[in-house]
């Protein structure tokens, strides 16, 4: 079975400024995706980012990328130039290719300070 | 353009009542899955149909039912409701698994169902 782990229960930081959310997971399966979804207020679950495991070169989106370690399955999600709109819970989750089961981690609570 | 939608928004009921939250996607996806977030956020698999067959089945009550009338539709029913019950529940959908076309799920925007 796999499992996602997000062991910063909350985070903050001050608007433009950068910061990192952690995610570890643990699989033996060599073949799947990676995705970091961000839960503002508003509580819908959005697409920040995706990462497929056979690919080395780690995804970015604008100011989101990710830092993609697969020997030490660690998939960490960095934000440059934080701002405001970026307050929400941020899940991690893994998903094996072919499958359609998506495991989703804890998440973590980031607050972008003014 | 609503790409999943989920009505109802809120749902308010008293124990013992049976409820339903319909969901749809107008994404043409194959895959639609029902997910349930507690108050701690945590994000947990409900169900999923593939082409309106039930492909997962998590360890979820037998008061919860879903029903797929169509690969655009998947409803959740839940019967003689519980205080347990109470918590956000998710709509999602995604492609056929294997299309190439990154398996990435899409979500609604929750119906947060309150037993009282």
């Known amino acids: 079975a796999q499992t996602v782990t997000q062991s910063q229960p909350e985070m903050s930081v001050q608007e433009a400024e950068t910061v990192t959310l952690s995610c570890t997971y643990d699989?033996?399966?060599?073949?799947?995706?990676l995705f970091w979804y961000k839960q503002p207020p508003s509580r819908q679950m959005i697409l920040v980012i995706r990462?497929?495991?056979?690919?080395?070169q780690n995804a970015t989106e604008n100011r989101f990328s990710v830092n993609f370690q697969k020997a030490a399955k660690s998939f960490s999600l960095k934000i440059s130039d934080s701002q405001l709109g970026d307050t929400a819970m941020y899940f991690c989750?893994?998903?094996?290719?072919?499958?359609?089961?998506?495991?989703f981690g804890t998440g973590t609570k980031l607050q972008v300070i003014p | 353009d609503t790409a999943v939608s989920q009505t109802p928004k809120y749902l308010v009921t008293q124990m013992g009542n049976d409820k339903s939250i319909k969901c749809e996607q107008n994404?043409?996806?194959?895959?639609m899955y029902w997910y349930k977030q507690d108050s701690k956020k945590f994000l947990k698999i409900m169900f999923s149909?593939?082409?309106?067959?039930?492909?997962i089945n998590e360890t979820v009550p037998n008061r919860f039912s879903p029903k797929s009338p169509d690969k655009a539709h998947l409803n959740l029913h839940i019967n003689s409701l519980e205080l347990g019950d109470s918590a956000v529940y998710f709509c999602a959908s995604s492609p056929e698994k294997d299309s190439g076309s990154l398996e990435t799920q899409y979500f609604g925007p929750g119906t947060r169902l309150l037993v009282l």
């Open positions: 989750a893994f998903r094996l290719r072919g499958y359609q089961k998506v495991t």
């Open positions: 699989t033996s399966e060599n073949n799947y995706y």
């Open positions: 990462q497929e495991a056979y690919k080395q």
């Open positions: 149909y593939n082409n309106k067959e039930l492909i």
């Open positions: 994404l043409g996806h194959d895959t």
